[in-house]
């Protein structure tokens, strides 16, 4: 179950005891069981199991109230014989080392052991409600039937392919319902298979029966939650059989947490639900289950937390337990190493309901002495101590502050979004990169894939994780990587290492999201005792691709000369070819005509006719021998006048 148990592992588990309400037993991360009575607020008792650390408690279920006795007591007067009180006592605590502990609050000790029956993590407990049989499902997809008396297993039988993720056994004893991915219901008297059901497509975390009518009236309902699933799906068994599908459904805001509903007796009677979600916030619900529903149904009244700083933050609810006044509910809210419980009156005529709180960070820890073996040290108030279960932190012993009772609503004119219009308003390309271009305020948070990359792990949806790896944005691969929990980064690598050994163009997407892996989660990974198994093909072929790799950058390198020689060549060929003719010319006049005359008859040099071009220069050269002799008598003429002249002048 390495994808089913992802969801499972991060719940801690914290449940209030059955009818009375009057203790809560929760398990924090240290490993240690903490029973709080709710009526004092203090710690009852806290117990340490032997491997807390190895193999950790994953679920809790509290047994049927019964008579106990607490040892040797005065005998009892004839008019108090009748009064007997029955008291929630066993607890039963499934750990993932595939044992069962069944620990007694009366005794302040445990009962007995159950092992041998799993060879897997538990991952749910259900008590039988009248006879002492105790049932569990394991990631070895078996369910044991335990018999409390002999502390053996009576009868263990194989339930699905998958790992039992969840069981209910129904009012009258008769029916048991399992689920992994597909929801049976088994008879347990053949242990057989009596009506199959749909179910979600990640892990059923959650089975409650809501009626407590017999299955031949059509009057038998039950609802089942799953990991990362928003919707509460209530299932009917029909006598025709014809019941493989839902029939109502709920919404919430996350994933639920914590369930505790009121069965119905009859068609009149309304069954009443709170559910506690992932995100801290607690819905109420009341519907009367007569048939089918098309449409979802929204909660009759959300119950939020917050502290009474200036900028309040949201205080987490951890359980919830509904009484029989429908407007009072028991709250648990805060922390798992010391949770708030409250008994609190909510008006559900309202909407939206938000509660402040005063809630300090110190811890002031108070313990009944009676049945507790641990002991409260004696502190002057002035002094500070270490408080366990926080390495590091000091906090003064005071007592716990009065808790006020402001309350909060929200505005009334918000209303609930539907499921298509929070799909229309997922946009990943709605905030701009240009500089100075106007932010747009995302309503739904869409920076990070971490939910849809559970989803397509857990599932092995193709088109899922095809959609979250084909992501180049290097802020969004790092936000994923980060806020993914931890026992998926396993099957991330085994996922990212199956596609590097495919296209090279998917290989290059591929190492993005192994690398930021890498950065993020080398701690967990060497904390792994199989990592060398488990990343062995990832190592061979990294190294098998080191080795192409310097023939490759050679293979480089010579492709790169050669087109750069050929990128030279092609630069010289043009420049060759570069036309030198004159597109005009300008020439002035000039008094040498005849010099050009002459410069122009002589014969070139690559003329052919040279010869021809000679003899023709030779005539014109004697014709000029020939022309001085008549150009002098002009001049000799011109000369005699001048001199006419000047004799003139002196007379």
């Not at 038998?220 to 839902?246: I, M, P, T």
């Not at 040099?605 to 003899?615: C, F, G, L, P, R």
Request: proline letters at 5%; aromatic letters at 4%; glycine letters at 6%.
């Amino acid at each position: 179950m390495a994808a089913d148990g992802v969801s499972l592992s991060l719940q801690l588990p914290c449940v209030f005891s059955p009818k009375s309400r009057q203790y809560l037993a929760v398990c924090a991360q240290d490993g240690r069981l903490r029973v709080w009575n709710t009526d004092s607020k203090t710690l009852h008792q806290e117990f340490v199991p032997s491997a807390h650390l190895s193999a950790t408690c994953t679920c809790i279920a509290w047994g049927p109230c019964r008579t106990v006795k607490e040892g040797p007591q005065r005998k009892k007067r004839k008019s108090e014989v009748g009064q007997v009180e029955e008291k929630a006592d066993l607890l039963a605590m499934g750990t993932a080392a595939g044992t069962v502990l069944i620990y007694s609050t009366a005794k302040g000790a445990l009962h007995c052991t159950l092992d041998g029956g799993h060879s897997g993590g538990v991952n749910c407990v259900h008590w039988h409600p009248e006879d002492s049989l105790l049932y569990s499902g394991s990631d070895d997809t078996n369910i044991v039937e335990w018999d409390l008396q002999t502390g053996k297993t009576r009868s263990k039988w194989k339930a699905d392919r998958a790992a039992v993720t969840s069981l209910c056994v129904s009012p009258d004893g008769k029916l048991l319902l399992s689920a992994g991915h597909v929801i049976k219901m088994w008879d347990l008297e053949t242990k057989e298979v009596y009506r199959r059901f749909t179910g979600h497509s990640t892990a059923v975390t959650t089975l409650r029966f809501a009626t407590t009518r017999p299955p031949d009236s059509n009057g038998l309902y039950f609802l089942s939650g799953a990991a990362h699933d928003r919707l509460l799906s209530v299932w009917q068994v029909r006598e025709d059989g014809k019941d493989k599908n839902s029939v109502v459904s709920f919404t919430l805001t996350d994933e639920p947490q914590h369930i505790d509903l009121i069965t119905s007796g009859s068609k009149e009677e309304a069954v009443r639900l709170a559910v506690v979600c992932k995100d801290g916030q607690l819905h109420l619900f009341e519907h009367f289950l007569n048939g089918p529903c098309k449409k979802p149904l929204s909660p009759s009244c959300s119950v939020q937390m917050s502290d009474t700083k200036d900028s309040p933050m949201p205080i987490p609810l951890l359980a919830a337990a509904l009484g029989a006044d429908p407007r009072c509910v028991m709250l648990a809210y805060g922390n798992h190493l010391q949770p708030v419980m409250e008994k609190v009156e909510v008006n559900t005529a309202e909407r939206h309901v938000c509660l402040t709180r005063d809630v300090r960070t110190n811890l002031s820890l108070s313990m009944e002495t009676t049945v507790s073996k641990v002991k409260t040290p004696i502190v002057n108030a002035k002094s500070k101590v270490l408080v366990p279960g926080l390495p590091g932190h000091t906090a003064q012993l005071t007592a716990p502050a009065p808790q006020g009772t402001e309350k909060r609503k929200k505005d009334a004119d918000t209303k609930e979004m539907s499921i298509s219009e929070r799909l229309g308003e997922i946009d990943l390309e709605a905030v701009s990169d240009q500089k100075g271009a106007p932010k747009v305020a995302a309503s739904l948070q869409t920076d990070n894939f971490a939910v849809l990359l559970m989803q397509g792990l857990e599932s092995n949806d193709a088109d899922i994780l095809n959609k979250v790896f084909q992501t180049r944005k290097e802020a969004l691969i790092k936000k994923t990587v980060a806020r993914l929990p931890l026992p998926a980064v396993i099957p991330l690598v085994e996922e990212l290492t199956k596609r590097l050994q495919g296209h090279p163009l998917t290989a290059c997407l591929m190492v993005r999201w192994l690398k930021v892996v890498l950065m993020h989660h080398t701690s967990y990974l060497a904390s792994l005792p199989d990592l060398v198994t488990q990343l062995g093909v990832l190592y061979h072929m990294i190294e098998s691709r080191v080795k192409m790799f310097h023939k490759l950058t050679k293979l480089h390198g010579k492709l790169h000369l050669l087109t750069t020689q050929v990128a030279a060549n092609d630069s010289s060929a043009l420049v060759s070819e570069v036309d030198h003719t004159a597109k005009l010319v300008y020439e002035e006049e000039s008094s040498d005509e005849d010099d050009v005359s002459v410069d122009e008859a002589l014969p070139g040099e690559d003329s052919d006719h040279w010869e021809e071009e000679e003899a023709m220069q030779e005539e014109e050269d004697d014709e000029q021998d020939e022309d001085p002799d008549r150009r002098t008598e002009p001049k000799a003429n011109g000369d005699e006048d001048m001199e006419h002249e000047n004799e003139s002048e002196e007379e």
